[in-house]
């Protein structure tokens, strides 16, 4: 069995969402320490920003005009993607928000992959695969903060994943990760320690039960 | 005087998001006859995928340490974008509904315009400057829909533009422009019709007072 690991962070080194996406890996080889892991790093190795218009050019040319090379290449590209995110038993997409939205590499990413017929539709390939979302924010969003309602990309991601694409989808979230970075944060720092525990543990626990579905 | 517009459909022909501002801009030619418009079509000339990451790696770099040329080339079109916005006296943005999420390419401007100085912080240079925003969506999405709840962009788009960015903004939206396109939408073409034309009169409106607004 494969795991299928996006990786939208900028960041290689000091990057909160690889570390939480770490510990459902770590579980996941505990659990197959026979199989292999496939990675996907689109924020350091992002799509072109021209791929999704030039696949969409040549999805919606008649059927009889000739495509151009640089179409041809963008379907490709796409069909690479999907053979890559499809190779896997299981999928883990690691994605921090960026400006209280979507990363524009996981965006750039899911419009070019849903070009592919075999992502499109009622009928996504990727129907029942068992996945894991982990999202990472550096300030604090929760109910009564002056940032609840500000995150713009996690309801988006869950709605691709669990019901464009239906994922069977599980979400570890861990918030206040710019607490010892902004020091303007730093009289949150007892509870940044303990939603960054609490995220680790949900991640241990989702990286074992990723295992388990797909037993 | 001069308006600033920036387009992100993918499309050239047939886009309704452009016609949509191609409303708004006729008023604006028509209230300031002598005044000239800045063009800036980033769904057809999109930023790069890696110019936000390289600008970021600039700025967190300490300030001793030596940029790369590609670091500093990722600046210097930070600035230049911000400098063709902060030149005009009014801004026009049209972005469609992509995915039911931004439009990538919208996003990596935001991403990459707010690493420069002049857009970042508490007193954006922006502050006070009036604008409308056009949105398109090919489906609809009010209250009662299946897609209710479905557009996780415009309110993205609102909170930048209008409290990070703190424009004087104005919104117009048009919805169900694939009826016409998609067949299993034909029913709803007596409804089309009258969004359609809801939609223009509210552009033809906010185009007017975009004018009155920089008088």
Do not use: C
Not at 23 to 51: K, L, Q, S
Not at 135 to 151: A, M, Q, T
Not at 197 to 203: F, I, L, V, W
């Amino acid at each position: 069995m494969t795991l299928y690991r996006l990786d939208a962070s900028i960041r290689v080194e000091g990057s909160h969402s690889r570390a939480l996406a770490d510990i459902v890996e770590e579980e996941w080889n505990a659990g197959r320490p026979d199989d292999t892991v496939v990675n996907r790093h689109v924020g350091v190795d992002p799509v072109p920003a021209t791929a999704w218009p030039l696949a969409v050019q040549s999805l919606m040319a008649p059927a009889d005009e000739e495509r151009t090379l640089e179409q041809l290449d963008a379907v490709a590209l796409a069909a690479h993607e999907v053979d890559l995110l499809l190779s896997a038993d299981a999928a883990l997409f690691a994605v921090p928000l960026y400006n209280f939205g979507v990363s524009q590499h996981f965006k750039a990413w899911v419009d070019l992959v849903i070009t592919d017929p075999r992502m499109a539709g009622e009928a996504p390939a990727t129907a029942g695969t068992p996945a894991v979302l982990a999202v990472v924010r550096g300030g604090f969003y929760g109910p009564g903060s002056p940032r609840e309602g500000w995150d713009y990309a996690t309801g988006w991601m869950q709605r691709i994943l669990s019901e464009v694409w239906k994922f069977d989808l599980a979400v570890v979230e861990e918030e206040f990760t710019l607490v010892g970075v902004n020091p303007a944060l730093d009289e949150f720092k007892d509870m940044a320690v303990e939603l960054r525990a609490k995220a680790a543990q949900n991640a241990r626990e989702r990286g074992r039960s990723l295992v388990g579905r797909t037993a």
